[in-house]
């Protein structure tokens, strides 16, 4: 498995502004995703963060809105831009080393609400 | 399309053993996943099941029936701290893992 710490854990921010979100992983790992989950609901992909080359975003998900660096195996960061209050959620990072199944593991995440 | 079925909320008594089912329509299927979550926390890993057949780890265990589209997470002995959101997920390759809404379990004493 791996340890995976995100940064911040939770923030308010006013409508129109951008958030930086940090992922950081104590090993090198071979994947790592960025989900969002509404409170109560199911884990929805964003996009697969590749280390040297531009974001694999998901139908419904665009790099001006979402835009993701990976510079290198063990680092990444989500931006949340122009937020609405719809942007309102958890947003998880998660890794894969590979291993059986290509398991997931996730981050703390970073609970945000936007005013 | 892409769709995964499982109940919404299931509540059990202490010591009971529950069965959480779950059912998949995916273009694609390499094996089914189990996720656990405490409320405010992350969803941590608790089973991946390739083969048909049924796979025990201490008090979970979990079946996986290919023909069938067709799975479930047996909880057994079940104590308060079980009480958490049940993920079922497929995963249909290339990293690809695509998760189901979630089970709620709420455990009574």
């Known amino acids: 498995s791996a340890v995976i710490s995100q940064k911040p854990s939770r923030d308010i921010c006013q409508r129109g502004t951008s958030l930086t979100i940090q992922c950081q992983v104590d090993?090198?790992?071979?994947?790592m995703f960025w989900y969002r989950q509404q409170p109560g609901q199911s884990l929805t992909l964003i996009a697969t963060?590749?280390?040297?080359?531009?974001?694999?975003?998901e139908s419904g998900f665009v790099i001006d809105k979402f835009p993701i660096s990976r510079p290198n195996l063990t680092f990444s960061t989500l931006t949340v831009s122009n937020m609405s209050p719809e942007d309102s959620s958890i947003y998880l990072c998660s890794v894969s080393t590979g291993g059986v199944g290509e398991t997931q593991y996730f981050g703390p995440g970073t609970r945000l609400l936007v005013l | 399309g892409q769709n995964i079925d499982q109940p919404t909320e299931m509540t059990a008594t202490e010591g009971a053993i529950v069965q959480i089912n779950c059912t998949y329509q995916?273009?694609?299927?390499?094996?089914l996943f189990w996720y656990q979550q405490h409320a405010g926390e992350a969803p941590t890993f608790l089973s991946y099941?390739?083969?048909?057949g049924l796979e025990e780890k201490g008090r979970f265990s979990s079946f996986l029936s290919r023909s069938d589209s067709y799975g479930y997470l047996l909880l057994q002995e079940l104590q308060m701290k079980d009480s958490a959101s049940y993920f079922c997920?497929?995963?249909?390759?290339?990293?690809?893992?695509?998760f189901g809404a979630g089970t709620r379990l709420f455990v009574k004493a």
């Open positions: 090993s090198q790992v071979t994947m």
């Open positions: 963060a590749n280390q040297g080359s531009e974001a694999t975003y």
């Open positions: 997920a497929v995963h249909t390759g290339g990293f690809k893992t695509i």
């Open positions: 995916t273009s694609g299927f390499n094996g």
């Open positions: 099941n390739v083969l048909d």
